[in-house]
């Protein structure tokens, strides 16, 4: 008995946001999870055939390593899009149609179908998913393993899309909006640099499952470091926004050499 737990794996599902800038993290994320526990941590990434390639290129920037080769690619089909050619899976390659990737990706009826197949499939020991796919924390849920939700940006930003969530008038002809709750001096964006969903109230109520199922996650792990911002960090872990967070950056950055400590 003893011999079997000490062999088991530790299966880890990860899916990204059909985007380099989200594949490409979510690789880097599952580098140091393979690599802290070599030989027993075993990390899959899950994208549609097209971006294959982009998890390859990061695993390869990474270098060769046990932990690069423990890390595993699982495909599923990418949504049926009008207007979209066949292959076209990435926003990087859609060009003007690149709202026609997002609104696929957050569309529930179209997405969730062929990743809870997967995930099912898979039966995973954990997941991590992209904020966008909120309906992945409750297939978790239903499988009895926790799931993570990983945000690609940093913890300012989330906090201020989060604390202007229901904030900004639609129709107010206001230049400028100030973010609430925020520690520190005043802090103003142009209402022209927000994004879309908190400037149309019909995108805003889109944006409210992600939240939703964030809060339903074990989790929310970012692409930061305490030191980096801490004050926001701290606010986030402290808002009830999430049920724990986790600040994990950078994880573009190179592994430290074998020998250094855990710490580092």
């Not at 079997?4 to 880890?12: D, F, M, P, S, V």
Request: with cysteine; hydrophobic share 45%; aromatic share 8%.
């Amino acid at each position: 008995m003893a011999s079997a737990e000490l062999g088991k794996k530790l299966r880890i599902l990860i899916i990204p946001f059909f985007a380099t800038s989200h594949i490409g993290p979510h690789t880097d994320l599952a580098v140091p999870l393979a690599a802290a526990r070599p030989g027993t941590v075993e990390p899959t990434l899950a994208v549609t055939p097209a971006n294959v390639s982009v998890v390859r290129a990061t695993l390869q920037r990474h270098g060769a390593s046990a932990a690069t080769s423990a890390i595993k690619i699982a495909t599923y089909p990418f949504p049926e899009v009008d207007g979209l050619p066949l292959g076209v899976e990435n926003l990087s390659a859609a060009g003007a149609d690149g709202w026609r990737i997002f609104d696929a990706a957050i569309d529930e009826a179209l997405t969730r179908p062929a990743q809870e197949a997967l995930i099912r499939e898979l039966s995973p020991d954990a997941v991590f998913t992209d904020v966008h796919f909120f309906w992945n924390s409750v297939i978790a849920g239903d499988l009895g393993v926790p799931c993570v939700a990983f945000g690609v940006i940093v913890t300012f930003s989330n906090l201020a899309m989060s604390h202007l969530g229901g904030e900004v008038d639609c129709d107010s002809g206001c230049e400028e909006v100030i973010v609430p709750h925020f520690p520190g001096p005043e802090v103003r964006i142009p209402r022209t640099e927000l994004p879309e969903f908190l400037r149309v109230q019909e995108e805003h109520d889109r944006f409210n499952p992600r939240l939703a199922g964030i809060r339903r996650c074990f989790g929310h792990a970012f692409n930061t470091f305490l030191v980096l911002e801490r004050q926001y960090c701290e606010l986030y872990a402290r808002s009830g926004h999430a049920k724990r967070a986790y600040f994990l950056g950078a994880l573009s950055l190179p592994m430290p050499p074998g020998g250094a400590s855990a710490g580092e």
